[in-house]
């Protein structure tokens, strides 16, 4: 990487690491307070909504602002073509959801799921108007922005949320908290970004964005709906409790991974796309990025399985406890998160949308047959077909991937293999402390400080490249901030 480019990736990563992390710790607080005064079945109930919802959001941005980002040079009328059809296609998703309630309410049973997805149903409206205004502050990396918009979101959302419970709405605090976060993000993304939709539409803009970004709204569909196709198996086949105590799980497992996974991708595809002409620049910064991925997510994860148990029993309570096994488990998948994302952004880079949807299409089908023979078995069968999925994505994707880089999947391996290695011995001497401290607040310190303070320790003996560069970043950061010039 040039020094440029370097600063670019570094300041985009931090600063979306920021807001995405520092969202969770703001969304993790408000959601302890909200599941000790709510029960689990109604988590499970909004839940139930995910896939529609998601579906629905999908098709509303149709990737169009992934289009925008890869596009080298954007105008105002690009800008103003997008927003135009977000908002049109998010008013003609939400009046399907209205129409179809019921049947949704039908289909799992449960008839209070009508209005909840009507009420529900708007935050795709309110999002489309800010989709533009985000996706202009991703393109030109300008993630402290983005950071801002979320805190301030958050956390008046999370206190409106709260009153309401406190105030025994039951599960429309839930539906209240995430049409205000959307309702918040998108003023204040107007605010922060002085951009505003001109009277203009072009086909030929449109046309031109449609053919790149098609098939990848063809590959986020199948994403979507395979990513939530667990909510509705679990939500049709179980009851409303188990999906609780599974989406649970999914929370504190995206507070660790999935945010990781986001804030790599979300940064890595526009510094990438500037280099995507330069097949050495591209290998090298390929390389420097997985390490850096690998020096954090297998800690990262394999720390959170050692801990789940004080994790869920302090932060959540003995209710909850059913949500162990499941955090545990999710969290080995919670790793191939964002290795996924960083070698499918290549095909992105690339232009190969219609090979990013050829691997998806695979995945999906072999997805929905691994599902049909755990389902009946019950919630960790499910999720115990999914690592056999893990294993067959990472292989073609970096398969695929590699051809373009040069890094197949066992030079990929060969890169992780060290912080795997030293991760997992960290976790067999830290999970020993549970035979000596029983208070579940003293083995949680205990085992995070040891767990942190020995993988440190191991990477700097065993000289691994991300660890000086770890060193580099932070020393950069902190004299930035004595400076006050960190942007």
């Known amino acids: 990487m040039t020094e440029t480019l370097r600063e670019k990736t570094i300041n985009g990563v931090l600063w979306s690491a920021i807001q995405r992390y520092g969202n969770q710790v703001i969304t993790l607080v408000i959601s302890i307070v909200l599941a000790r005064l709510l029960e689990p079945r109604q988590f499970g109930l909004v ?5 529609f919802v998601g579906i629905s959001q999908t098709f509303i941005d149709s990737g169009l602002g992934t289009a925008l980002i890869q596009k080298k040079k954007t105008t105002d009328e690009d800008f103003s073509t997008v927003f135009y059809f977000n908002l049109l296609v998010s008013i003609v998703f939400y ?5 179809t309630s019921p049947l949704i309410a039908d289909f799992y049973g449960e008839p209070k799921l009508d209005q909840l997805t009507k009420v529900l149903g708007l935050l795709l ?3 489309a108007f800010g989709i533009i205004h985000n996706t202009k502050i991703q393109k030109s990396l300008e993630f402290k922005k983005i950071a801002k918009v979320t805190f301030i979101s958050s956390i008046l959302s999370g206190t409106i949320a709260i009153i309401f419970a406190l105030n025994n709405f039951g599960v429309w605090s839930l539906v209240i908290y ?9 003023i204040f993304l107007w605010i922060y970004d002085s951009w505003k939709p001109s009277l203009k539409f072009s086909i030929e803009a449109f046309k031109e964005l449609f053919n790149y970004s098609s098939k990848l709204l063809a590959s986020s569909l199948l994403y979507r709906i395979t990513d939530n196709i667990y909510y509705v198996i679990i939500g049709k086949f179980y009851s409303p409790a188990s999906l609780g105590f599974y989406d649970r799980a999914v929370k504190f497992q995206m ?6 996974n986001a804030t790599i991708q979300v940064v890595t595809f526009p510094v990438l796309s500037e280099i995507q002409d330069d097949s050495q620049r591209l290998h090298n910064s390929y390389k420097k990025i997985l390490e850096m991925i690998s020096f954090v997510i297998f800690p990262l994860m394999i720390l959170l399985i ?4 004080p994790i869920i029993l302090i932060l959540i309570g003995e209710k909850w406890s059913q949500s162990i096994i499941y955090l545990q488990l999710l969290s080995v998948l919670g790793i191939g998160y964002p290795i996924a994302s960083i070698n499918l952004n290549i095909l992105k880079v690339k232009g190969r949308s219609d090979l990013f949807l050829r691997l998806e299409i695979i995945k999906s089908a072999l997805l929905i047959i691994l599902l049909i023979i755990t389902a009946k078995f019950g919630i960790i069968a499910i999720i115990l077909g999914q690592y056999l999925l893990e294993v067959f994505s990472f292989y073609i994707n970096t398969y695929y991937s590699g051809s373009f880089i040069n890094l197949g999947p066992s030079k990929q391996l060969k890169l992780m293999l060290p912080y795997a290695s030293i991760s997992i011995i960290v976790a067999l001497v830290t999970v020993s402390l549970k035979f000596l401290f029983f208070n579940n607040y003293i083995l949680l310190l205990s085992q995070v400080a040891l767990y942190i303070t020995l993988y440190l320790v191991m990477t700097k003996l065993f000289k691994l490249n ?5 060193i580099d970043i932070l020393k950069s950061y902190i004299k930035k901030l004595k400076r006050g010039k960190l942007q």
Not at 47 to 51: D, K
Not at 95 to 99: C, D, E, G, I, R
Not at 255 to 260: F, K
């Open 47 to 51: 839940g139930m909504l995910a896939v």
């Open 95 to 99: 009046f399907a959801l209205f129409f």
């Open 125 to 127: 409206i309110i999002n």
């Open 178 to 186: 995430q049409l205000s976060i959307k309702l918040f993000k998108t």
């Open 255 to 260: 507070l660790a991974a999935r945010n990781l």
């Open 306 to 309: 050692v801990t789940a148990k």
């Open 466 to 470: 991300s660890f000086n560069e770890f």
